[in-house]
């Protein structure tokens, strides 16, 4: 696990050592056991090392061929790379090191663009062809790893994190209003967007080619959910039971300490119980709770702890991390509003005093029914029988019901029209009526009118055969796992030089996932039922029975107690007002509506707090 970053001049322009020198030192968490650069008349690479597969010198980066004409650096793991090794000493490939970034470099020179479609693995890669003198850049296919780019007449630039342009010093900042209206819907900005105009995100999936100055890209990879209703429910057991097992032991390849995430919920224990299966020595276990009851998750914790004997260490977390949160929702480069970062960034600082490896349960929930929104959304389909004309009526209801009432959300869904828009309505943490009056007049004018749904639209309209839930399903593996809990868990984690690896997410399990029907994903009012029939007689029925919790903060009661005076300093602070992007009337009625108990408006109050952070840095 690596931070990588990089620039291609275009009209032959100096790179120099102290420009690339700069756009690595900031991600030096990403990699503070070795460090590389080269430059190669038009082209610089710089590379920040955390060694996990063989520790030696000779997984030293940026990596070349004998030959000193394919260069690469490149960011992740890659679970399959010993048995592509096999392949490549078969064709003749002489390796020099037990790394996988060797067998990247024999692969693209066997298989040409095509070496990616062989990879298993999470990844980012920058590759420099020289004899053809074009730049490969590549991003694993769920979007564990981040690549960003910057491109304009005279440089193309690439690194891992956006901090490291910022270091350019070319680069200006120029907000993008579709990104910050995105953020304010949804409390995260989607690829190719970032919150700047000029820095985009290489997409899932895909392969982008620079060369002549030209940069184009395509897809390598594309889930194409097909439900297949052939399999009977013993059969699909024994499949997932073999995938998962086999994708838990792939991941625990590592020379360096190696543990799992536990919070007691049904995925951190599916990947602990095949852990223990796969080592002989006790596994180490890591978990966090809070003080406050409803978010504490311990007590299961330990529970599975016990019944698998792993080396288990907890910590509970209180207010008093308000003193970190400014930095660590700085560290994004962007907006973030997933308030759940914090306590990811905790539980990766404790794991990482223990271990330089962590297993995590990802993905569970989008791929196997785990979110009470699933239920939901199936049942608000019965809004469908109120007729198209009256709709109109049920939105002008919601506009003028009070903010300060429950059931304003629920109107206001039903006017929406059909089961997917209203999906997608669900997972707004602004409304788009809620976010004009957020917005000032002046505001208004850039970024008003920007409508946020198109790319979900895209994706429930790529898989339109398919059963509903699955549709939900598979738009949030797309959007929200992708642009929300891969980027937190990837930035927490590495800021404390922590890799995590997701088994859930492994693209062939992923694929198996969307063959299967959703009444087996929830079957009987059971969410995630076949993932707890998998469960079933390792654990008892209290732990795969019990209600989902979530990992998230406390933050109703904390913003109205130990963080109101911080968050109040934050939200109302003079950049926030002199910014001229908010109605501060607007804003002061929401956090006076929940701090009166009357609804609970901490969602919307953390994305203010949070941006409020950005906009101080930048």
């Known amino acids: 696990m690596c931070g990588i970053a990089g620039i291609v001049c275009k009209n032959q322009k100096i790179i120099t050592r102290d420009i690339i020198k700069n756009m690595i030192d900031p991600i030096n968490h990403r990699g503070p056991d070795d460090e590389g650069i080269i430059i190669e008349k038009n082209i610089g690479l710089g590379f920040k090392r955390l060694s996990i597969i063989d520790l030696s010198k000779l997984g030293h980066q940026p990596m070349s061929n004998k030959a000193g004409t394919i260069f690469i650096v490149f960011n992740g793991e890659i679970y399959n790379f010993l048995e592509l090794r096999k392949i490549c000493e078969d064709k003749g490939i002489i390796f020099s090191s037990r790394t996988d970034t060797e067998v990247i470099i024999a692969l693209y020179e066997i298989y040409g663009e095509d070496f990616v479609k062989y990879l298993r693995g999470m990844f980012s890669i920058a590759l420099w062809d020289k004899n053809s003198q074009k730049l490969i850049l590549v991003r694993d296919r769920i979007g564990k790893k981040p690549l960003h780019y910057y491109n304009d007449s005279e440089f193309l630039a690439f690194g891992s994190e956006i901090k490291s342009f910022l270091k350019l010093p070319w680069f200006t900042k120029q907000i993008n209003w579709d990104s910050f209206n995105e953020y304010f819907t ?66 625990m390849n590592s020379d360096v300490p190696l543990g799992a995430f536990l919070s007691g919920g049904i995925d951190s224990s599916i990947i602990v119980a095949f852990m223990a299966q796969h080592s002989a020595e006790p596994i180490k276990t890591f978990s966090i709770g809070f003080g406050e009851k409803d978010f504490d998750e311990t007590k299961y914790a330990r529970e599975v702890s016990d019944i698998f004997s792993t080396d288990h260490t907890e910590h509970i977390v209180f207010p008093d991390y308000a003193e970190i949160i400014e930095s660590v929702i700085a560290d994004f480069d962007e907006p973030f509003g997933d308030s759940s970062a914090l306590p990811t960034f905790i539980v990766s600082k404790i794991t990482k005093e223990y271990v330089t490896v962590a297993l995590s349960g990802d993905g569970g929930d989008e791929l196997f029914g785990g979110y009470n929104l699933y239920s939901i959304a199936q049942k608000e389909k019965m809004f469908d029988i109120i007729p198209s004309n009256l709709k109109p009526i049920f939105k002008h209801i919601s506009r003028i019901y009070p903010k300060c009432l429950k059931g304003k959300d629920i109107i206001y869904r039903m006017s929406v029209k059909n089961p997917q828009l209203r999906f997608i309505e669900r997972r707004k943490l602004f409304y788009d009526y809620e976010r004009h009056s957020l917005y000032s007049d002046k505001l208004l004018m850039n970024a008003g009118s920007y409508s946020v749904n198109e790319l979900q639209q895209e994706n429930f309209n790529n898989v339109h055969d398919i059963d509903f839930l699955n549709q939900c399903m598979f738009n949030d593996l797309k959007y929200y796992m992708v642009e ?135």
């Open 484 to 618: 929300d809990i891969l980027v937190k868990v990837d930035r927490m984690t590495m800021l404390n030089s922590l890799e995590t690896r997701c088994p859930l997410l492994d693209h062939e399990l992923v694929e198996l996932a969307f063959q299967l029907p959703a009444d087996l994903k929830m079957k009987n009012g059971i969410n995630k039922y076949l993932l707890k029939k998998l469960l079933d007689g390792y654990v008892p029925s209290n732990i795969i029975n019990r209600r989902k919790q979530g990992f998230a903060l406390p933050l109703t009661h904390w913003f109205n107690n130990e963080l109101y005076e911080f968050a109040n300093d934050l939200i109302f602070s003079d950049v926030m007002k002199e910014s001229g992007f908010f109605n501060m009337k607007e804003v002061r009625k929401i956090y006076s509506i929940h701090k009166s108990g009357r609804r609970n408006m901490s969602y919307k109050l953390w994305l203010l707090l949070a941006f409020s952070i950005w906009l101080k840095k930048n």
């Open 186 to 251: 949804y409390g995260f900005i989607s690829s190719p967007k970032t919150i700047y105009q000029n820095i985009h995100k290489v997409k899932p999936g895909y392969i982008m080619i620079y060369k002549n100055g030209f940069l184009t890209e395509k897809p390598y990879w594309e889930l194409s959910p097909s439900i297949k209703n052939i399999y009977d429910e013993n059969e699909i057991l024994e499949l997932l039971r073999s995938k998962i097992s086999e994708s838990v032991k792939i991941r």
